[in-house]
């Protein structure tokens, strides 16, 4: 099994943040929806990408992908995805509809269980009912046919969730009549996602807010479109160098995509300042204690969630941190622990009592953004840190090992 060895540094100097991999996986899965070419650039080379571009060889159509652009062209000829590629990433699931709006007739593998808490695609599939699909759930599997859509069909999602507007935004993309989104989630992703359809030809308005209109359109034509950068890697190196109580850039990055982090972090200390595609995080100041609500954007991210409770592990005070998106997104609190963190749990929110110093420790990583917060913490810890499950961390940061060095810490990937 690989794991990273860390030691406790201060990170200094400059990071090149890459695309964003949650703009990337859903535009992936709408480049189903054309039988053109489509290019696509500033795609990070991350394992959950690598796992898409597989589901597209699968469908039929033809990928390259190289040096962060990935070409796909030729006819979309299958709609059946198997297990082992949807069981690798839930993301996977998105090609649902995609897939029966161009075939007339999909078949995708149920998303099972994931460590950050139960994930249900409930949403998904009652917004595809609604867009006029029949829906069959057997052996694991869900079978989507289009049979008919109303003219104008209305999806109120009981929460914003991500996943389930870039997936029935998508699909309604090529079927006829309006759909109208409500309680959309307002994520700059979604908005990327938009840009790339409209780019191909469809008729959307509205990301970025609650409600979503599409306007169907027969069919969809090629498209070349650059990814956004990822706010949450962005995120990530901001804390990694506050925490460590470093100083540097974070570069190539859309700041206004992380306000209510910059918030956080300028209310516990951390001097920031803010251009128009970089930030300089100062973290060499004392650090204070916080509350922090994790809500859908514009709020606190809740991919940030683990890695702002390193920080503030170490911050002055006590802190609580309420999570309201994934409500069992808490099993790096245990690994922390065992570093010497004083946390504890209750009702969904971490209640963190701010300690002088951290110890390194053999943790594991339980999921992509609890591993990144386990190695920050094992880079402010006194001796060594091991975080196993490294196979998390490839999935979303591309390059962490050149980026932590590149920033003067100590870090090896191992086994
Ligand atoms: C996306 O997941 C991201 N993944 C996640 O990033 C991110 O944590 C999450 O949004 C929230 O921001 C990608 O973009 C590929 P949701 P998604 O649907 O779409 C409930 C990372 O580390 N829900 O917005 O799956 C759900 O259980 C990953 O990069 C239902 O109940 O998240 C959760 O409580 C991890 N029924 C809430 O909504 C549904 O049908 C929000 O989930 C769908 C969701």
């Known amino acids: 099994m690989g794991f990273f060895r860390v030691k406790k540094s201060i990170l200094n100097g400059n990071v090149r943040i890459s695309g964003a991999k949650n703009a990337a996986l859903p535009i992936l899965a709408a480049s189903l929806l054309t039988n053109d070419e489509v290019i696509i650039k500033n795609v990070p080379d991350l394992l959950d990408v690598q796992t898409m571009l597989c589901i597209i060889r699968e469908s039929g159509r033809n990928v390259e992908f190289k040096d962060g652009v990935v070409k796909i062209n030729s006819n979309v000829s299958n709609g059946t995805i198997s297990y082992e590629l949807v069981r690798k990433m839930r993301a996977s699931f998105n090609v649902l509809g995609p897939l029966a709006a161009i075939l007339g007739e999909a078949k995708v593998a149920l998303p099972g269980g994931c460590a950050i808490g139960v994930r249900p695609v409930d949403f998904h599939i009652e917004g595809l009912k609604k867009l006029g699909f029949e829906i069959e759930i057997e052996h694991g599997e869900v079978r989507a046919k289009f049979n008919k859509k109303e003219n104008e069909v209305v999806i109120s999602l009981p929460f914003p969730s991500v996943g389930a507007t870039e997936h029935l935004m998508t699909t309604a993309a090529i079927l006829n009549g309006t759909t109208i989104i409500e309680n959309a989630a307002m994520e ?10 409209n780019g191909m030809g469809a008729k959307i308005s509205g990301a970025g807010s609650k409600t979503i209109i599409v306007e169907g359109v027969n069919s969809l034509n090629g498209n070349i479109h650059e990814v956004i950068p990822d706010r949450i890697e962005a995120g990530t ?5 506050a925490a ?18 910059w918030q956080v ?23 204070r204690s916080t509350k922090i609500n994790i809500l859908p954007y514009p709020g606190f991210p809740t991919d940030l969630q683990p890695q702002i409770m390193v920080y503030l592990s170490v ?25 010497g963190a004083d946390i504890y749990l209750t009702n969904g929110t971490a209640i963190i009592n701010g300690v002088e110093k951290l110890s390194g420790a053999k943790v594991e990583g339980t999921d992509l953004r ?19 499950n490294d196979y998390h961390v490839l999935r979303g940061y591309e390059n962490i090992v050149e ?10 990937h191992l086994g």
């Open 370 to 388: 609890a591993s990144a917060a386990l190695i920050i913490a094992g880079l402010i810890a006194e001796g060594i840190t091991e975080v196993y």
């Open 237 to 241: 190196y901001a804390i990694a160098i």
């Open 315 to 339: 911050a002055k005070g006590t802190s609580t941190i309420s999570e309201n998106v994934f409500k069992n997104r808490f099993l790096h609190v245990d690994e922390l622990v065992r570093m």
């Open 188 to 197: 700059p992703e979604i908005e990327d996602l938009q840009n790339f359809l």
């Open 403 to 412: 980026k932590i060095r590149g920033l003067n810490g100590e870090i090896e």
């Open 265 to 287: 972090l300028k209310d516990t200390g951390t001097k920031l300042e803010i251009f128009e595609d970089k930030v300089f995080v100062d973290g060499t100041g004392e650090k």
């Open 244 to 261: 460590t109580g470093g100083k540097g850039y974070i570069e190539k990055v859309n700041p206004s995509h992380l306000d209510a982090l």
